[in-house]
């Protein structure tokens, strides 16, 4: 399984701007649908954005509405790195913020955050947390 570590998390006021970043190991990201999910205190996990490589069956980006305008997530795949650039961090924002891949279609990926095949893989998370 690949190694995915992420970074970039930590305390910002409302309406402030993070960028996390995710560094894969042993996985070329072209072939593998690649996304941000996060979990909050007391709450379910959720898919926040998700893209594909060009290999993968579909190159779309899928996010939910409520980070849509705020949140951007981009691949650099020379860096074997996936970035979620966040603007406009709401108090709705806080949570651990995982990054993971798996085979599949992005939108699929994101939607279903509890199923997982043999070649997924998870980082540890990072901490965002929004506040005055």
């Known amino acids: 399984q690949a190694r995915l570590v992420e970074s970039g998390g930590g305390l910002v006021q409302p309406g402030g701007s993070l960028r996390l970043s995710c560094v894969a190991s042993?996985?070329?990201?072209?072939?593998?649908?690649i996304g941000w999910f996060r979990q909050a205190p007391g709450k379910e996990l959720e898919g926040v954005s998700c893209?594909?490589?060009?290999?993968?069956?579909?190159?779309?980006?899928y996010s939910i509405d409520s980070v849509k305008g705020r949140f951007t997530i981009s691949v650099d795949k020379v860096k074997n790195t996936v970035y979620l650039q966040m603007n406009s961090l709401q108090p709705e924002d806080p949570a651990v913020y995982y990054c993971?891949?798996?085979?599949?279609?992005?939108?699929?990926?994101?939607?279903?955050?509890?199923?997982?095949?043999?070649?997924?893989?998870w980082g540890q998370g990072t901490q965002v947390t929004v506040s005055s």
């Open positions: 993971a891949t798996d085979i599949g279609v992005p939108a699929d990926f994101c939607r279903a955050p509890y199923t997982r095949s043999v070649v997924g893989s």
């Open positions: 042993d996985l070329t990201l072209d072939y593998y649908a």
């Open positions: 893209t594909g490589g060009s290999d993968s069956s579909d190159g779309s980006t």
